[in-house]
């Protein structure tokens, strides 16, 4: 198993992406923390898998509060004895917890702005800081973030989340300078466009125009995001930090031809 006996936090753990992120790690061994805002959605998750014989945990947490992400990372302590690996999945640009709309960029707002940086941009950070100091003392760790994308390519009408994880890509790299020598790795993984439950549920015509920027002719699953996620985290990319992996289908090639 290629995560046997290794400490996981995984924020975000109880969405689409999050969750397939969650029963890959256990079934290779991982134990898990699975951390979302909504305690109820990280306990329902927990409960699944621990129903399976695997060591799931839950906890609540803010992302986008300093506080709320050092308790988090003190209560896996707590829970298990140290961290090998944090996964920063909590994000986004819509949803149950983003209030804001979409707007093309002169239309847009400051509230919007600062909802979906301090979600994805500020959630990452805030999570990354926690967990440092103890992977540097213990001089091993594996985080791996979530980008986009639309921090590769840029989107209409989301500037600021395009911002945002363009930023996360920036602060990645950065961060895999000042730790690689501590024996931590630090990498991306940007997502095309997942077939989660929110996209699904968008008007066809929507989901088709999409489809045809996609050379594989097929949306991702959360699967496909998962698994490169398990790949940074385990040892077989322990000579790989700050990169950042995009899984699109080819989507980030442009179109046909030239």
């Known amino acids: 198993m290629r995560l046997k006996d290794k400490v996981a936090i995984i924020t975000g753990g ?65 829970l298990f004895g140290h961290v090998d690996i944090l996964v920063n999945i909590a994000g986004g640009s819509a949803g149950t917890f983003i209030k804001t709309k979409y707007s093309l960029f002169h239309e847009s707002t400051v509230e919007r702005w600062q909802e979906v940086i301090n979600l994805n941009l500020y959630g990452t950070m805030n999570c990354t800081h926690a967990v440092l100091r103890h992977m540097i003392e213990q001089k091993s760790g594996k985080i791996v973030n979530l980008s986009s994308i639309a921090g590769m390519r840029g989107v209409q009408k989301a500037a600021e989340y395009a911002a945002a994880k363009a930023g996360i890509v920036g ?18 993984v940007s997502p095309g466009v997942i077939g ?11 989901v088709d125009g999409w489809l045809s920027t996609i050379p594989f002719g097929r949306l991702g699953e959360p699967k496909d995001i998962a698994n490169a996620i398990l790949f940074l985290a385990s040892s077989e990319s322990n000579y790989i930090t700050g990169e950042n992996i995009p899984v699109t289908g080819g989507q980030t090639l442009g179109g046909k031809g030239y």
């Not at 969405?15 to 029963?23: F, L, V, W």
């Open 14 to 78: 109880a969405g689409g992406i999050g969750q397939e992120t969650c029963n890959l790690f256990t079934q290779e061994g991982a134990k898990l923390l699975i951390a979302e805002v909504d305690l109820n959605a990280a306990e329902e998750v927990a409960k699944d898998l621990s129903a399976k014989g695997f060591i799931a945990k839950a906890a609540k947490v803010d992302v986008t509060d300093f506080n709320d992400a050092k308790q988090l990372v003190s209560r896996a302590i707590e």
């Open 171 to 188: 602060f990645t790299k950065s961060v895999a300078k000042e730790v690689a020598g501590y024996g931590i790795t630090i990498n991306c």
């Open 196 to 206: 989660t439950k929110r996209i699904l549920s968008l008007p066809q015509d929507v």
